[in-house]
């Protein structure tokens, strides 16, 4: 056999054997895949059955919790029921007694509460009928303030009417001199110097140069007096005050201030230390009303200094009251002196009869003494003759109503009168 052939026969039984082997591995795997349809078949037999059974149990067990449910709630609503009535009927109960305590408690508290409101509005009440009255008060009182008010304008209406007449009456000297003249008598009254006995007014001397008359003059002890005259320049100061500038009412107070400058010099020369012998050698100078000086001091500095270089001493109501106050006071040491001497007089007259009094006691004392010594002899004898015989009656059966007692003795002996020596 040739090589060809041969390779072919070998391909052949190559290619038999390849065959072989695939239908072996066919049939065996034909073989086992019947094997597993049949355990498959198997499976899902007893899965089928099983799964059966499975609703089976589960039909049987809804059926069961059916019934359990339906049987749990007959029984609890046959529970639920029984038991709503024994709570009502308790409840009820119950209710009843908290009912009745509580409209005892209630009555009981309203009474409380009316015992402890009643204060309070009995204190309410009161109070409300105080605020009416308040309310009145304060109504009238609202009333008599405006009524008061209204008068308290129409008053300052009529004050203002009545400066303006004064301030128009003091600009005319007649005027001005009686003003300043009345105001210096009550100053004196005020001080004391009353003009029947301490002071004269619109006193008047004859001179050379004429009649001159000042307008006071005071009296002092030992026949000292003082000269007062008035003076009261207002029209530049009135002016001042009525001004509507500043410069007006400046030059206004210096034109007042060289009139009082001018009275001044005015009064010096008149020299009243000279007419009055018995007067210091100066005079007062009296102006009514320390506003107006002060005006004048204030614009001219020099003023009082060059007033007492020309023995005018300036004067306003204050300083005024004091001098005549000093002055009173003088009048009043020299009336103490005066006194003292009349004092003495009278001392000495008393101790005069004190003595001639106690000459007349010392024997009335003597005599008494004597008398008193009568008295105790006499009631030693009463006791020692008259009422020993006088009880004898009374042994034989006479009887009184009163009991006869003896009279008691005197033993406070009279005190004599200190020897006047002594």
Not at 31 to 53: D, F, G, P, V, Y
Request: hydrophobic share 40%; with cysteine; glycine share 4%.
């Amino acid at each position: 056999m040739n090589a060809p052939h041969f390779d072919i026969v070998f391909l052949g039984l190559l290619i038999g054997a390849a065959l072989l082997g695939a239908l072996l591995a066919y049939l065996t795997q034909q073989r086992h895949i019947s094997r597993l349809r049949e355990e498959k078949a198997k499976l899902t037999t007893a899965l089928q059955l099983e799964q059966r059974n499975h609703e089976e149990k589960l039909a049987a067990l809804h059926e069961a919790r059916e019934q359990l449910a339906n049987t749990f709630s007959a029984l609890s609503s046959q529970a639920l029921k029984l038991n709503n009535e024994a709570f009502l009927k308790l409840a009820e109960e119950n209710l009843k007694q908290f009912h009745t305590r509580a409209s005892g408690e209630l009555e009981k508290k309203e009474k409380a509460i009316e015992h402890l409101i009643k204060p309070i509005h009995e204190a309410l009440q009161k109070t409300e009928q105080q605020i009416q009255g308040m309310e009145k008060e304060r109504k009238e009182a609202y009333g008599a303030l405006h009524r008061h008010l209204q008068t308290m304008a129409e008053s300052q209406a009529s004050l203002q009417q009545e400066t303006r007449n004064l301030v128009q009456a003091l600009r005319r000297p007649e005027v001005r001199g009686q003003w300043g003249e009345l105001t210096l008598k009550r100053l004196a009254e005020l001080a004391g110097m009353v003009e029947h006995c301490d002071f004269y007014e619109q006193e008047s001397v004859q001179t050379d140069e004429g009649r001159q008359r000042p307008d006071m003059v005071v009296r002092m002890p030992d026949g000292r007096e003082i000269v007062v005259d008035v003076k009261t320049p207002l029209d530049a100061y009135l002016n001042a005050i009525e001004a509507s500038d500043d410069n007006q009412r400046q030059q206004e107070l210096l034109r007042h201030a060289r009139n009082v400058r001018n009275r001044v010099t005015e009064l010096a020369n008149k020299a009243y230390w000279s007419q009055f012998k018995n007067a210091p050698d100066f005079v007062v100078l009296f102006i009514p009303g320390d506003q107006f000086l002060s005006a004048a001091l204030d614009n001219d500095h020099k003023l009082l200094e060059d007033a007492l270089g020309q023995h005018i001493i300036l004067a306003t109501p204050t300083s005024f009251v004091a001098l005549l106050r000093a002055v009173a006071y003088g009048w009043r040491q020299e009336q103490l002196a005066k006194n003292a001497e009349h004092i003495k007089q009278v001392g000495e007259e008393l101790y005069r009869r004190l003595l001639t009094f106690t000459s007349h006691l010392e024997k009335l004392g003597k005599s008494l003494d004597s008398s008193l010594k009568h008295y105790n002899k006499a009631i030693g004898s009463f006791d020692r003759r008259l009422l020993p015989s006088a009880q004898k009656f009374t042994e034989m059966g006479i009887a009184s109503k009163d009991e006869m007692q003896p009279p008691e003795q005197i033993e406070t002996a009279v005190h004599s009168v200190p020897n006047r020596e002594e």
